[in-house]
């Protein structure tokens, strides 16, 4: 089985400022990893995704997350984060093999950007 | 870029009523399509995996017979809330991917359900 935790559940920051979102995953088979962003009341947007290769990968927005396999984790960053970054973060796990594309999602990171 | 639609955007109904809810792939043809339940303040739980032509695979604890889905081309699927109660109120995504089920899924923008 696999699952998803995100360690913050709201992460208040700066204009400018830099931000980590935090994720770590469990599973027992090799997996894919992914971030996606939510805006109030819409779906979800693809951040970016680990499928294979560099661990260090750029995403859109200017966002970057490091696939870190000895800690399970995937963390998100942006060095400097602006308003329009306010969103709801979801970091999520898919298996690579045989999983029929099923995605286990996080609890989520509610960022807030302040002036 | 891929575009999956939902409609109606926001619906509101009455207690024991059924609604249905469509997901398009504009651009694509989505051979696999996936359906997410959001509570408020909560993440997306998968509700059910469905391939055009054949039956929706559930996950546990989520009622079929409920929930009725259907895949009927490679463009639409359905999802049918029959006999809504104020419990089924919540925030219904779905999300579509082209050929294998494991390639990338693009999301569409979610269904706000009311039942009073």
């Known amino acids: 089985a696999q699952s998803v935790t995100q360690l913050d559940s709201q992460v208040p920051v700066f204009e400018e400022a830099p931000v980590e979102l935090r994720c770590n995953y469990s599973?027992?088979?090799?997996?894919?990893l992914f971030w996606y962003v939510q805006y109030p009341n819409q779906g979800l947007q693809l951040l970016l995704k680990?499928?294979?290769?560099?661990?260090l990968v750029k995403g859109i927005n200017g966002f970057e997350a490091e696939f870190n396999k000895s800690q399970t984790s995937f963390h998100l960053r942006k060095p400097s984060v602006h308003i329009s970054d306010t969103a709801e973060y979801f970091c999520?796990?898919?298996?690579?093999?045989?999983?029929?594309?099923?995605?286990?999602f996080g609890q989520g990171t509610e960022l807030s950007v302040k002036p | 870029g891929a575009v999956v639609s939902q409609h109606p955007s926001r619906v509101i109904c009455k207690s024991g009523t059924s609604v249905k809810i469509e997901c398009r792939s504009l651009?694509?043809?989505?051979?696999?399509m996936f359906w997410y339940r959001q509570f408020p303040k909560q993440s997306l739980m998968l509700m059910a995996t469905?391939?055009?032509?054949?039956?929706?695979?559930?996950e546990q604890g989520v009622e079929k017979d409920k929930f009725l889905i259907n895949h009927a081309s490679l463009t639409l699927s359905t999802l049918t809330v029959t006999s809504a109660h104020p419990e089924d109120s919540s925030f219904y995504i779905c999300?579509?991917?082209?050929?294998?089920?494991?390639?990338?899924?693009?999301f569409g923008p979610g269904t706000r359900l009311t039942v009073l």
């Open positions: 999300s579509a991917a082209e050929g294998d089920p494991s390639n990338e899924q693009f």
């Open positions: 599973s027992s088979v090799s997996v894919y």
């Open positions: 680990y499928l294979s290769g560099s661990t």
């Open positions: 999520a796990v898919s298996g690579s093999y045989n999983q029929g594309g099923k995605l286990i």
């Open positions: 651009d694509f043809q989505a051979t696999t």
């Open positions: 469905s391939n055009e032509g054949s039956k929706a695979t559930y």
